[in-house]
């Protein structure tokens, strides 16, 4: 089974900057990774598939990057509305495994 | 746009079959992959297996003895039932959309979850 490690726990910001939260495989998932909103009461939102494959509706402001093992999810200026948890997940083995995820808050 | 609704009883005494159904509505079943996500409160997400429109199903191998997955394509709806509970089943249910991938991995053409039904709360206890 693949592990996803997700840093950090818990991310303090203001709203305005910027967030950087990393994923890292247990082993090589070559691109195929997604990340996932998730707010409380809601079930999660796609907006990475792919590593750095925005899906639809979903601001720029979100951008993936890395390959391999490391990956990096970006927000380049906190709205208030993206307060949340985010996950991780890939696809290139069975099972299916998200990592443990990253709360970004106020 | 497509919508995925969970249903089933929200209780359920320990040994006995947690059984739910999701049904798919403003989209087509076909051409799908169907899953199965649970999410204890407060902690991650599991992914529990999922079932292709064919029938095909896959299933997470912890959870893969305890298990089933079935489609009705008539009625545009997906099952999940799983036996012998506990309390450690005690979770949201989810069930989720994903369209294959881009690009088929090694193992799978599965894509990424898409679209997800609302949550259902299933607790386990006597």
């Known amino acids: 089974e693949i592990v996803l490690t997700q840093s950090p726990v818990t991310l303090s910001l203001s709203p305005g900057e910027r967030a950087t939260l990393s994923c890292r495989a247990s082993?090589?998932?070559?691109?195929?990774l997604a990340w996932y909103q998730q707010k409380p009461g809601q079930p999660p939102r796609l907006l990475i598939y792919?590593?750095?494959n925005r899906a639809t509706g979903i601001p720029a402001r979100f951008s993936g990057s890395g390959s391999g093992t490391d990956f990096t999810l970006t927000i380049s200026s906190l709205e208030p509305e993206d307060f949340a948890v985010y996950y991780c997940?890939?696809?290139?083995?069975?099972?299916?495994?998200f990592g443990g995820g990253t709360k970004v808050e106020i | 746009q497509v919508q995925l609704q969970e249903s089933g009883p929200g209780l359920v005494k320990p040994s006995e079959t947690l059984s739910l159904t999701c049904t798919v509505s403003?989209?087509?079943?076909?051409?799908?992959?169907w899953s199965w996500i649970r999410q204890p409160a407060g902690k991650g997400l599991e992914w529990i297996g999922r079932?292709?429109?064919?029938?095909?199903?896959k299933y997470n191998p912890s959870l893969k003895s305890r298990v089933v997955m079935s489609v009705d394509t008539s009625k545009s709806q997906f099952s999940l039932k799983l036996n012998s509970v506990t309390a450690a089943d005690t979770s949201v249910y989810y069930c989720a959309r994903a369209p294959p991938g881009v690009a088929c991995t090694s193992t799978s053409c599965i894509g990424y979850f898409d679209s997800w039904g609302q949550g259902a709360l299933v607790t386990v206890s006597s």
């Open positions: 079932i292709y429109t064919i029938g095909d199903t």
């Open positions: 792919d590593a750095s």
């Open positions: 082993q090589s998932i070559r691109s195929y």
């Open positions: 403003g989209g087509s079943i076909s051409g799908y992959y």
């Open positions: 997940q890939q696809r290139q083995n069975w099972p299916l495994t």
